[in-house]
């Protein structure tokens, strides 16, 4: 056994990379690295990097910038680069930033013990490919301890969709899904390990097809696992929504009263130029028949504002389809130009007119959110306590419809579900009291 490192990792992204980088620990782990919270104690510092908006993109080179005094302090420090920025400027992370040991893309970090190797031969250490092999078989049994309530699980990788604003298709490859049984396997593993809510994950979830039955085969083996008591999945596709995934929603108890479906935009000339593939009327009546299946579902969306081409009346047209769904949470971006991508080419909205769209769009999101966090003051709901607040004897978890919910609670009662009456609510969060 080598002696202990020190492992620091921070993830930027999406819950892909948070998966990611708990499987890098692992693979770290078995080289010898422990994770530590400190970054100053740190032997190694990994960000895990997203690319899918400039913004997103620039918050690597300046935390690389906040590096350099560590490395200065620590020589035998090393940095590496993974994630989606790496998959996407690698090479260039390489020749620009010399403190950079490494860069690993998100489909062969199960090379990482291999790349460190090279990085303490001195040699350079990149490896960006996308190869044939699966990853998940290369990388170590998931063996941390306990690791608390709920887990991230990737099922399904890489988008085929190509929408033309988008990065993804290129940092994360095409779409590929695991095999059924591995996913039981893992799903298992974690239960035994004290995870009670296990979140699907891929970049296109419900295109999973590693199972007969889809996504909603796979959802039903999962909920026969004892002690797994809540599945959610994440982000879908408007257009893999198929009928047995609908029907799951009212049939399958396990599987949780919430959906994140993105529609982008409102404006069928603008879903088309996005090369969505679906009209906003299409989106429309998809919700209607989701909502049949489960009535009390809460709808989370993504809308990009400010897209190449879009008029006032395209932006009206998403006001107008936001009122129409009523959103109990979602995102909304302002459009960012991503090199590679095919609206890149286009030209831009000004500036003022993409941001003033994204406040008006912010304030109605903002607006349905907090109707729908206050329509739950009254309301008894199941909760499963994920950890401590901050107020002492406080625990905070997540309802059925993920919203985060604080209530006194003895300790004991993180990893079990309990019913709790909402008394307050907030924004972003809710308070109650067990019953
Ligand atoms: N696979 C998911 C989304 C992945 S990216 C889906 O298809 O819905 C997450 C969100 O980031 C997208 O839904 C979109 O709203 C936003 N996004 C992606 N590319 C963007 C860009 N170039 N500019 C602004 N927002 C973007
Ligand atoms: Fe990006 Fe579109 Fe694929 Fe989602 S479906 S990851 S937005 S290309
Ligand atoms: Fe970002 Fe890559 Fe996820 S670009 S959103 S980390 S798939």
Not at 169 to 183: K, M, N, W
Request: hydrophobic residues 35%; proline residues 5%; charged residues 25%.
């Amino acid at each position: 056994m080598a002696e202990t490192k020190k492992l620091f990792i921070k993830t930027y992204g999406c819950q892909m990379n948070v998966y990611d980088s708990e499987r890098m620990a692992e693979a770290l782990g078995a080289d010898g690295y422990t994770e530590t919270k400190d970054m100053s104690d740190a032997d190694m510092i990994l960000l895990n990097t997203c690319h899918i908006r400039e913004k997103a993109a620039e918050k690597v080179y300046s935390e690389l910038g906040r590096l350099r005094p560590l490395k200065e302090v620590n020589p035998d420090l090393k940095i590496g680069v993974a994630g989606c920025v790496a998959q996407a400027e690698g090479e260039e992370i390489m020749r620009r930033q010399p403190l950079v040991d490494l860069v690993v893309g998100p489909q062969t970090y199960h090379r990482l013990p291999d790349l460190m190797a090279k990085v303490n031969a001195g040699q350079p250490a990149l490896d960006t490919d996308f190869p044939e092999e699966d990853k998940f078989e290369h990388l170590p049994k998931r063996v941390l301890p306990n690791r608390g309530p709920t887990a991230f699980l990737t099922v399904q990788e890489g988008c085929d969709k190509f929408c033309a604003f988008c990065v993804v298709p290129y940092t994360r490859g095409a779409e590929v899904s695991r095999p059924a049984e591995r996913i039981m396997k893992e799903a298992k593993n974690l239960v035994t390990r004290g995870v009670r809510e296990i979140t699907l994950l891929g970049q296109n979830v419900n295109a999973y097809h590693g199972h007969a039955g889809g996504l909603a085969g796979l959802i039903d083996d999962l909920a026969a696992i004892d002690g797994l008591e809540r599945i959610r999945f994440t982000t879908s596709h408007p257009n893999d929504m198929d009928d047995a995934l609908i029907e799951a929603h009212g049939t399958q108890p396990k599987l949780m009263p919430y959906l994140h479906l993105p529609v982008q935009s409102g404006s069928d000339r603008i879903l088309k130029a996005m090369n969505r593939k679906h009209t906003a009327d299409r989106y429309i009546k998809l919700i209607a028949r989701i909502r049949e299946a489960r009535p009390d579902l809460l709808l989370s969306g993504d809308f990009i504002v400010g897209f190449p081409g879009e008029t006032d009346q395209d932006f009206e047209d998403t006001m107008a389809l936001v009122r129409d769904v009523h959103y109990g949470q979602a995102y909304s971006f302002k459009y960012s130009p991503r090199p590679g991508t095919p609206a890149a080419e286009k030209e831009n909205v000004p500036d003022d007119v993409a941001t003033d769209r994204l406040h008006r769009l912010q304030a109605l999101l903002t607006q349905q959110q907090r109707e729908t966090q206050d329509s739950m003051v009254g309301r008894i709901v199941d909760v499963l306590f994920e950890k401590k607040g901050r107020i002492d004897g406080q625990l905070i978890g997540k309802s059925g419809y993920l919203h985060a919910v604080h209530a006194e609670a003895p300790d004991s009662d993180i990893g079990q579900i309990r019913k709790v009456k909402i008394t307050n609510a907030v924004t972003n969060s809710l308070a109650g009291e067990l019953v």
